[in-house]
């Protein structure tokens, strides 16, 4: 069972920047897909960005050009950088591993955006 943990979050300004980092308990080689999604008071948890193994990214449009991730199969680590931080972009964002049908989530990171 691997365990996943998310750090890096925070009170930000906005235009500020934070980077996210989710670390694993084990090997995350066995991860085909890694993601970040967030999840904003009331509202339903939603994609914010993807990554495989090979490297291929994916991202939401609402974070498109600002939002980057990333992942250091060596190191058991996936991270997402985050710059020019709005408002809109305050949730608590969770980290997620996908192994075959095997469904893996952190507990999750606050991020908060604002003046």
């Known amino acids: 069972q691997v365990q996943l943990v998310e750090s890096g979050g925070g009170l930000v300004q906005p235009g500020g920047s934070l980077r996210l980092s989710c670390a694993a308990s084990?090997?995350?080689?066995?991860?085909?897909?890694m993601a970040w999604f967030r999840q904003a008071p009331g509202k339903q948890r939603e994609l914010v960005a993807t990554i495989t193994n090979n490297g291929n990214t994916d991202y939401a449009d609402s974070v498109k050009g600002r939002f980057t991730v990333s992942r250091d199969n060596a190191k058991n680590t996936m991270n997402l950088q985050m710059n020019n931080l709005k408002p809109e972009d305050t949730a608590v964002y969770y980290c997620?591993?996908?192994?075959?049908?095997?469904?893996?989530w952190g507990q999750g990171t606050q991020v908060t955006v604002s003046s």
């Open positions: 997620r591993g996908i192994q075959g049908a095997r469904d893996y």
């Open positions: 084990g090997s995350i080689a066995r991860f085909y897909t």
